[in-house]
C-alpha cells in the first residue's frame, strides 16, 4: 500500500474518533450530576464506535458512494467511513430537523440514500436489506456491491444465516462482515458462540470465509480488498470477521462491571498503534498527525455547531413521514 | 357513497386469482422494475394462484421462486425497493409472520418514517388469509387487524375480482409499502369451497382501485353491515335472503384497513342507524372494535341500537368442521347478528 493510502487510512481513524468523542462531550455534558438517559440534548440509548475505526476504515476505502453499506445499532463510524455528511449526521444524533431523518430516526437509525448508507437496531437483521440492495444493483447490472456489517452476537441469529444462505444461492455481490468485539453487551463471545471463528461458518454457505485477528486497519484493508474485488466481479459473496476492540461501553452508561478485560484495553486501542507504525515506517510525521487532528477537528466541530443550531422538530409534526 | 372506480362494465368473467395475476402482468409489461419473488410463486404458480403463468411469461429473472426463508426473502424485496424496484413478494400464509415479522414492521414499514422521508420502500406484500376448510390454527387466520395496527404500512383486502385487479395495480404504483391481502375463499380456486361471487366481470384494460376507499356494495335503509373479504360475499348472500322478510341490509366492503374510509362508514350508519360489523379476525383489539370506536368518537347518536359484533371469538382457529364453523362468521351468526340490531 503506497504512503498517501496509509495516511488516508489513519486520517480517516481519526476523524471517526474525533466525532466519537464530541458525542461523548456533548452526549455527558447535561446528564450530570445524575445521569439520566433520557436527559440532555443528545437524548437515548449511545453506541459509540472507539476501537473499531479499523473495520470502517479499511472497508469503506474499497467502496464509492454508489456501493450500499447497512451498520447496526453501533454505526457512526461505518457512516463516517462511507462519507455521510457530518452535519447531517450530527443534526439526526441530536433529533434536529436538518438530521437525515429530520429527527425520527436517531443514532441508531440514520438513513442517507446519497450514499446508500443505512442502520437496523435489530440485531442481524440489516442483513436481509443489504442482500436486497445486492439483488438490485445485479439485476441492473452493474458492479455496486452492498456491504453488511454486525457484530459477532448477530452471528447466532437466524436473519445472519438466512442471509448468507440466499446470498450465496443468487451469487450476489454482498460483502458480510462481523465486528467481533469480544462482547455481545455483558456476555463474551465464548459463552454465546460455539465456534472460535464465524469465518469457518462461510464454508456452510459455499463462500469465502476470513477472519483478520489482528485489529490492523491495513489487515482489514487487505482482507477486504478481496471480498469486495470477488463481489464486484459478479464471483458472489464473502464473509469477513474481524478480531475488533469495544474500548468504551456498550452504550454509555455501561459500567461494564462484567468486563474481564478492562484493564489491558488502553494499550489496544488500534490508533495510536497505526500512528506508531506509520510514523516508524517514516510516512507519517509530527506535521502530518498535527494536520490530521487539526482537520478532524475542525470538521467535527462544524457539524456539532451546525447541529446544535438546528432546530428541534414541530411537536405538531410528528405524524408526518409515515407516508410517503 | 363510494363505487367501485372500475372503467366501463366488462362482460368478460374471471375468478379473483386470475384477476389478481392479470395486474401483476400488466404491471410487469408497463414497468421494467416490477417483479415477484416467494415460496413457489414460480413453476407451481403461488400455492393459491396467484402467480399462476407468470414464470411462463416473464421467466425466472423476474419470477423468482425463493428458499424457505421468509427473513432473508421479504428484507431482499425491502432492500430492492430501497433502491428503486418495485417488487411483489409474497408471504404463502400470513400465519407465517412469526418468523419474519421484524422485517415486515421494523424495516419495511419504518423505514420511510426513520429517514423523515428521505428514502422510500415502494412494494406489495401480498398474503393468504382465511379459513374455512379445516387448516387448523397455524394456517387460517386472517391478522389484519395485528398488521393494520402498525403504523407505516397500507393494508388491503380484495373481496371480489374487480377489486383485486384494481388493488394490485394500485398497490403496485403506490410509492409505500402495501400489504395485499387475499382470502383463499375468494381466489375461486377450483379446490375448494367458493362462492359464486368469486367468478365475476373484469375489465380487460389496466385501471387503479384507491386504496382508502370503501364500496357500498349493497343499498340499504335498516342496517349497515361493515365488512370485508370473504364476509362481504356471506353478508350480501344474508342480504338478499332477509330481503324477502323485508329487512334491508347495507353492506360495506371496506377494502382497505389503511387507510381506513371512516366517512362512508359513518355515511352509511347515519342513514340505518344500525351497526353489525362482521369481521373473520379476532374479536378483541381489533377492526371490529375499530371501526365502532370510529363511530362513536364522532358521534355516537348515530347509533339508535347498541352495535353487535359478528368476529371468531378469542379462540384459535379450530381443525374440527363443526368446531371451525362454529367461530367462523357464518351466514347463520350474520342473521343473527342483523335481527338482533332490528329486533325481529
Not at chain 1, 455534558?29 to 437524548?43: E, L, R, T
Request: charged share 25%.
Amino acid at each position: 500500500m503506497d504512503a498517501q493510502a496509509r495516511r488516508d487510512l489513519y486520517r480517516m481513524m481519526v476523524l471517526i474518533r474525533t466525532f466519537e468523542e464530541a458525542i461523548l462531550r456533548e452526549y455527558h455534558a447535561d446528564k450530570k450530576p445524575v445521569f439520566d438517559i433520557g436527559a440532555g440534548a443528545i437524548p437515548g440509548e449511545m453506541h459509540l464506535s472507539a476501537g473499531q475505526e479499523p473495520v470502517a476504515a479499511g472497508v469503506c476505502a474499497h467502496l464509492t458512494t454508489d456501493d450500499a453499506v447497512t451498520a447496526t445499532h453501533r454505526p457512526h463510524h461505518l457512516a463516517i467511513a462511507h462519507g455521510v455528511d457530518l452535519r447531517r449526521m450530527a443534526a439526526e444524533i441530536f433529533g434536529r430537523v436538518d438530521g437525515l431523518g429530520r429527527g425520527r430516526g436517531g443514532h441508531m437509525h440514520l438513513f442517507d440514500p446519497d450514499t446508500h448508507f443505512s442502520c437496523s437496531g435489530i440485531i442481524a437483521e440489516g442483513y436481509p436489506p443489504a442482500v436486497g440492495q445486492a439483488l438490485a444493483f445485479h439485476r441492473r447490472g452493474t458492479d455496486r456491491v452492498a456491504v453488511a456489517v454486525t457484530g459477532e452476537g448477530a452471528a447466532n441469529q437466524g436473519g445472519f444465516h438466512e442471509s448468507l444462505n440466499l446470498a450465496s444461492l443468487w451469487k450476489l455481490p454482498v460483502v458480510f462482515v462481523v465486528e467481533d468485539n469480544d462482547w455481545g453487551i455483558s456476555v463474551p463471545r465464548s459463552a454465546s458462540t460455539c465456534v472460535t471463528s464465524n469465518a469457518v461458518r462461510a464454508a456452510g454457505y459455499d463462500m469465502p470465509g476470513e477472519r483478520v485477528e489482528e485489529n490492523s486497519v491495513e489487515a482489514v484493508h487487505e482482507a477486504a480488498g478481496r471480498a469486495v474485488a470477488r463481489a464486484r466481479a459478479g464471483e458472489g459473496p464473502s464473509l469477513l470477521e474481524v478480531h475488533t476492540l469495544r474500548l468504551w461501553g456498550h452504550f454509555e452508561g455501561d459500567a461494564q462491571a462484567y468486563r474481564t478485560d478492562l484493564e489491558g484495553v488502553p494499550g489496544r486501542d488500534p490508533i495510536p498503534t497505526y500512528e506508531q507504525q506509520l510514523r516508524a515506517d517514516g510516512v507519517l510525521g509530527d506535521e502530518d498527525v498535527r494536520a490530521a487532528r487539526q482537520d478532524a477537528g475542525e470538521r467535527v466541530e462544524d457539524a456539532i455547531a451546525f447541529a446544535r443550531k438546528s432546530a428541534e422538530p414541530a411537536p405538531e409534526s410528528a405524524t408526518e413521514y409515515v407516508f410517503a | 357513497m363510494t363505487v367501485t372506480d372500475a372503467p366501463a362494465p366488462s362482460r368478460r368473467k374471471l375468478t379473483t386469482a386470475k384477476a389478481m395475476v392479470e395486474a401483476i402482468a400488466q404491471e410487469m409489461d408497463r414497468d421494467p422494475d416490477v417483479f415477484v419473488l416467494g415460496e413457489d410463486v414460480g413453476a407451481y404458480g403461488g400455492i393459491f394462484s396467484s402467480t399462476t403463468g407468470l414464470l411462463d411469461r416473464f421467466g425466472p429473472e423476474r419470477i423468482i421462486d425463493t428458499p424457505i426463508s421468509e427473513t432473508a426473502f421479504i428484507g431482499a424485496a425491502i432492500g430492492a425497493a430501497v433502491e428503486g424496484m418495485r417488487p411483489i413478494v409474497e408471504l404463502m400464509f400470513v400465519d407465517f409472520f412469526g418468523v419474519c415479522m421484524d422485517q415486515i414492521y421494523n424495516h419495511m414499514a419504518k423505514i420511510h418514517f426513520e429517514s423523515g422521508g428521505n428514502v422510500r420502500v415502494p412494494m406489495v406484500l401480498t398474503t393468504a388469509v382465511g379459513g374455512g376448510y379445516s387448516d387448523g390454527a397455524q394456517h387460517s387466520q386472517c391478522l389484519w387487524g395485528t398488521f393494520a395496527h402498525l403504523p407505516g404500512m397500507k393494508i388491503v383486502v380484495p373481496s371480489t375480482p374487480a377489486d383485486a385487479k384494481g388493488l394490485m395495480v394500485s398497490a403496485i404504483r403506490d410509492d409505500n409499502p402495501v400489504v395485499y391481502m387475499f382470502h383463499k375463499g375468494v381466489m375461486g380456486l377450483p379446490w375448494m369451497a367458493k362462492n359464486p361471487r368469486s367468478l365475476a366481470p373484469v375489465p380487460e384494460e389496466e385501471y387503479e382501485v384507491p386504496i382508502g376507499k370503501a364500496s357500498v356494495v349493497r343499498s340499504g335503509r335498516d342496517v349497515t353491515i361493515v365488512t370485508l373479504s370473504l364476509s362481504v360475499h356471506r353478508a350480501l348472500d344474508v342480504a338478499d335472503e332477509l330481503a324477502a322478510d323485508g329487512v334491508e341490509c347495507e353492506v360495506v366492503d371496506l377494502r382497505s384497513l389503511v387507510p381506513l374510509d371512516t366517512d362512508t362508514i359513518l355515511e352509511s350508519v347515519g342513514r340505518t342507524g344500525r351497526l353489525l360489523v362482521v369481521d373473520e379476525d379476532y374479536l378483541s383489539y381489533g377492526l371490529s372494535g375499530e371501526v365502532i370506536a370510529r363511530v362513536a368518537e364522532r358521534d355516537p347518536a348515530l347509533l339508535t341500537v347498541p352495535p353487535v359484533r359478528v368476529c371468531v371469538p378469542d379462540v384459535p382457529i379450530p381443525y374440527a368442521r363443526s368446531l371451525e364453523y362454529a367461530v367462523l362468521p357464518t351466514a347463520d351468526r350474520i342473521r343473527d347478528g342483523v335481527r338482533r340490531l332490528v329486533g325481529a
